[in-house]
T-cell receptor
Framework: AQSVTQLDSQVPVFEEAPVELRCNYS??????LFWYVQYPNQGLQLLLK??????LVKGINGFEAEFNKSQTSFHLRKPSVHISDTAEYFC???????????????FGTGTRLTIIP | DAGVTQSPTHLIKTRGQQVTLRCSPK?????VSWYQQALGQGPQFIFQ???????QRGNFPDRFSGHQFPNYSSELNVNALLLGDSALYLC????????????FGSGTQLSVL
């Protein structure tokens, strides 16, 4: 079984300041890791994913995340946020050994990022 | 390219009724997954369809059932609705490979009164 913990339910940040959204996971098997963003009244959009290789992953809209296996973490960061980054952010994992691709995702409860002008 | 489309966008039902939600996958995608997102929660995997068969299932009761058609579109059916079934239901599609990206629709907001 897998679980994902997003430690902060809400994060307010001033515009142009840096931000880090925290994600920890628990799994008995190796996992792939994902960050998704959900804007109001929209579906989920993939920001970035870690499958293998370099532990620092760069995604869209200037976001990046670092996989830390020893701490079972995959924190999301952005050096300078904009008003348009206001949204809900979800961390998710899937089983590496699944024969059926990575469609079966286990999500965290989300972090609401609010940018303060 | 229309992406993943879901219908209807909003739906209101009463307890005990049955509901059908629909999803058309992104062009070229043959695998459809359904998720339930309760208010303030992350999405939870319901099931996945490939080649018109249920391939994987999450921890949802048999009241939740689905179907995939030859054109890869899919339906989610929920019988004997409970108040707790009120949620945003998301459909996602992909090409089905291990590194395929999931594309999500905007969802159907179901309210059970």
């Amino acid at each position: 079984a897998q679980s994902v913990t997003q430690l902060d339910s809400q994060v307010p940040v001033f515009e142009e300041a840096p931000v880090e959204l925290r994600c920890n996971y628990s799994s008995s098997v190796s996992v792939y890791l994902f960050w998704y963003v959900q804007y109001p009244n929209q579906g989920l959009q993939l920001l970035l994913k870690y499958l293998s290789g370099s532990t620092l992953v760069k995604g869209i809209n200037g976001f990046e995340a670092e996989f830390n296996k020893s701490q079972t973490s995959f924190h999301l960061r952005k050096p300078s946020v904009h008003i348009s980054d206001t949204a809900e952010y979800f961390c998710a994992v899937s089983d590496v050994k699944s024969n059926f691709g990575n469609e079966k995702l286990t999500f965290g409860t989300g972090t609401r990022l609010t940018i303060i002008p | 390219d229309a992406g993943v489309t879901q219908s209807p966008t909003h739906l209101i039902k009463t307890r005990g009724q049955q509901v059908t939600l629909r999803c058309s996958p992104k062009s070229g995608h043959d695998t459809v997954s359904w998720y339930q997102q309760a208010l303030g929660q992350g999405p939870q995997f319901i099931f996945q369809y490939y080649e018109e068969e249920e391939r994987q299932r999450g921890n949802f009761p048999d009241r939740f059932s689905g179907h995939q058609f030859p054109n890869y579109s899919s339906e989610l059916n929920v019988n004997a609705l409970l108040l707790g079934d009120s949620a945003l239901y998301l459909c996602a599609s992909s090409g089905g490979g291990p590194n395929e990206k999931l594309f999500f629709g905007s969802g159907t907001q179901l309210s059970v009164l």
